[in-house]
């Protein structure tokens, strides 16, 4: 694989056209070139950044500095979870919940592709490691979030209707039956809506990058293959997990409804 | 609340009445165990921690003022027999047997106060927490209403019941307290 290497000139060629955008910006009065020249800068330094640091992890070489970089990531994810959703699980319920469930899909997901399909060798090496991770974080993510979002959020909205069957006798798992079928329902549909587009509406991601890199396009398509499927089972994996999770927190030990445990984020008045 | 200390015998009925916000849902929330409560509550003897908390509410069933509904359909909230007992109590309440077809949404709000009693009645308990049950209904069905729960407690049902209405709380209460800042007290 002959991956064509950018030179600086090459990069500084491309910026050209983010200059263009800023030009359009002042001569419609768009107001956006400030943002758009902040955004492109932060842009380049963190992934220069990130460049810097996994080179340096690949070349150490050391399952503990790559789990390290792993687990940051998860951690940031989980925050990323637990700070979507309009309402609160109380005592940091929300990031626990979001990192243990991100925690749990992720370290699956990339263990069983690592050990299964990809294979290097070892099978913790960094540079197939932190990628892998990475792009299954980036989808559990969103997975988690709909779903913490979904089920917190139906909760409070339903609460009669699932108070109303604990009443009637029925466990708190069958009351909230429901609503945990459709906020993991709600978590899926992204993934499935990818999977039905890839390749006719879209170029995925990795495959683009792949091709780009000199890969051959079936090589690159059973990478990509590979890669929504690990995608589609960490989502699935997260959203169970959130669900479940979310409403261990949201019951006690008489199987009552805790909406107490709830409170809606604190938020400015809407402009 | 509380600290709260009374008996309901069989066939009883104790109204309790008193302004929005003293603790009058929440007492019986409390009895059905679905809000967090401290203290001890017997039926027939057992103490209800010994119970699972599903069966206490099976036996301890609690009727809300705005009750909920978890599916479209009416008939979708009754399982096979109970499908039945609608059928021969919704005319007695003055509601079409067809109603049962018909989407939740569809309903009135005194037609759903109706239905969600049958809902409760279905279940044959002991023990009936009723908040508001009538709140919604003009004086026609909250007469019909009335003579069912008349019939329950005959049976030896025990019902306790919040009600705004002191004219209600007369005619079928045996005993009747008011709830007063979270205390009950004689009325």
Same mark, same amino acid.
């Given at each position: 694989?002959?991956?064509?290497?950018?030179?600086?000139?090459?990069?500084?060629?491309?910026?050209?056209?983010?200059?263009?955008d800023?030009?359009?910006?002042?001569?419609?009065?768009?107001?956006?070139?400030?943002?758009?020249?902040?955004?492109?800068?932060?842009?380049?330094?963190?992934?220069?950044?990130?460049?810097?640091?996994?080179r340096?992890?690949?070349?150490?070489?050391?399952?503990?500095?790559?789990?390290a970089?792993?687990?940051?990531?998860?951690a940031?994810a989980?925050?990323?979870v637990?700070?979507r959703?309009?309402?609160?699980?109380?005592?940091?319920g929300?990031?626990?919940?979001?990192?243990s469930?991100?925690?749990?899909?992720?370290?699956?997901?990339?263990?069983?592709?690592?050990?299964?399909?990809i294979?290097?060798?070892?099978?913790?090496?960094?540079?197939?490691?932190?990628?892998?991770?990475?792009?299954?974080?980036?989808n559990?993510?969103?997975?988690?979030?709909?779903?913490?979002?979904?089920?917190?959020?139906?909760?409070?909205r339903?609460?009669?209707?699932?108070?109303?069957?604990?009443?009637?006798?029925?466990?708190?798992?069958?009351?909230?039956?429901g609503?945990?079928?459709?906020?993991?329902?709600?978590?899926?549909?992204?993934?499935?809506?990818?999977?039905?587009?890839?390749?006719?509406?879209?170029?995925?991601?990795?495959?683009?990058?792949?091709?780009?890199a000199?890969?051959?396009?079936?090589?690159?398509?059973?990478?990509?293959?590979?890669?929504?499927?690990?995608?589609?089972?960490?989502?699935?994996?997260?959203?169970?997990?959130?669900?479940?999770?979310?409403?261990?927190?949201?019951?006690?030990?008489?199987?009552?409804?805790?909406?107490?445990?709830?409170?809606?984020?604190?938020?400015?008045?809407?402009? | 609340m509380?600290?709260f200390?009374?008996?309901l015998?069989?066939?009883?009925?104790?109204?309790?009445?008193?302004?929005?916000g003293?603790?009058?849902?929440?007492f019986?929330?409390?009895?059905?165990?679905?809000?967090?409560?401290q203290?001890?509550?017997?039926?027939?003897?057992?103490?209800?921690?010994?119970?699972?908390a599903?069966?206490?509410?099976?036996?301890?069933?609690?009727?809300?003022?705005e009750?909920g509904?978890?599916?479209?359909?009416?008939?979708?909230?009754?399982? %096979? +027999?109970?499908?039945?007992?609608?059928?021969?109590? &919704?005319?007695? =309440?003055a509601?079409?047997v067809? $109603? @049962?077809d018909?989407?939740?949404?569809?309903?009135?709000? %005194? +037609?759903?106060?109706?239905?969600?009693?049958?809902? &409760?009645?279905a =279940?044959?308990?002991?023990?009936? $927490? @009723?908040?508001?049950v009538t709140?919604?209904?003009?004086?026609?069905?909250t007469?019909?209403?009335?003579a069912v729960?008349?019939?329950? =407690?005959?049976?030896?049902?025990?019902?306790a019941?919040?009600?705004?209405?002191?004219?209600?709380?007369?005619?079928?209460?045996?005993?009747?307290?008011?709830?007063?800042a979270?205390?009950?007290?004689?009325?």
């Amino acid at each position: 694989m002959n991956a064509i290497l950018l030179t600086p000139f090459d990069l500084a060629i491309a910026s050209v056209l983010i200059v263009l955008d800023g030009v359009l910006s002042l001569v419609l009065r768009l107001g956006l070139h400030t943002q758009l020249a902040w955004a492109a800068g932060r842009m380049v330094v963190q992934l220069v950044l990130i460049g810097f640091i996994l080179r340096l992890v690949f070349a150490l070489a050391s399952p503990l500095a790559t789990l390290a970089v792993v687990l940051v990531m998860v951690a940031i994810a989980g925050r990323e979870v637990a700070a979507r959703p309009e309402q609160r699980l109380g005592r940091f319920g929300n990031y626990a919940v979001g990192a243990s469930a991100v925690a749990i899909a992720t370290f699956l997901t990339a263990i069983l592709a690592l050990t299964t399909a990809i294979r290097p060798q070892p099978w913790y090496e960094a540079r197939y490691a932190i990628p892998l991770a990475g792009i299954v974080l980036g989808n559990v993510l969103n997975g988690g979030s709909l779903a913490l979002d979904s089920l917190l959020g139906g909760v409070v909205r339903e609460r009669a209707a699932i108070e109303a069957q604990l009443a009637l006798g029925a466990s708190f798992g069958r009351a909230m039956r429901g609503l945990i079928r459709a906020s993991v329902r709600r978590a899926l549909l992204p993934i499935i809506n990818q999977m039905s587009a890839a390749g006719v509406v879209t170029l995925p991601g990795i495959m683009t990058g792949q091709i780009l890199a000199g890969m051959d396009p079936l090589e690159a398509a059973k990478y990509q293959i590979l890669l929504i499927f690990l995608l589609s089972g960490g989502s699935g994996l997260a959203a169970v997990a959130v669900v479940y999770l979310a409403a261990m927190r949201l019951t006690d030990d008489r199987q009552r409804l805790r909406i107490d445990r709830l409170t809606a984020r604190t938020r400015g008045p809407r402009p | 609340m509380g600290p709260f200390d009374l008996e309901l015998a069989s066939g009883e009925c104790l109204a309790i009445t008193g302004p929005s916000g003293a603790g009058k849902s929440l007492f019986l929330r409390m009895v059905a165990d679905l809000d967090p409560n401290q203290g001890q509550m017997f039926l027939d003897g057992v103490e209800h921690r010994t119970l699972a908390a599903p069966a206490w509410r099976r036996k301890v069933v609690y009727n809300a003022a705005e009750p909920g509904w978890w599916h479209e359909r009416v008939a979708d909230h009754f399982d %096979g +027999e109970a499908v039945e007992f609608v059928r021969a109590m &919704a005319p007695r =309440l003055a509601l079409a047997v067809s $109603l @049962l077809d018909d989407q939740v949404v569809q309903l009135s709000t %005194g +037609e759903r106060q109706r239905m969600a009693l049958i809902r &409760a009645l279905a =279940l044959a308990s002991p023990v009936l $927490l @009723l908040d508001e049950v009538t709140g919604a209904l003009d004086e026609d069905s909250t007469a019909l209403v009335e003579a069912v729960l008349r019939e329950r =407690l005959a049976a030896g049902v025990a019902i306790a019941m919040v009600t705004h209405s002191a004219a209600q709380a007369a005619r079928l209460g045996h005993r009747h307290l008011r709830m007063e800042a979270g205390r009950l007290v004689p009325a």
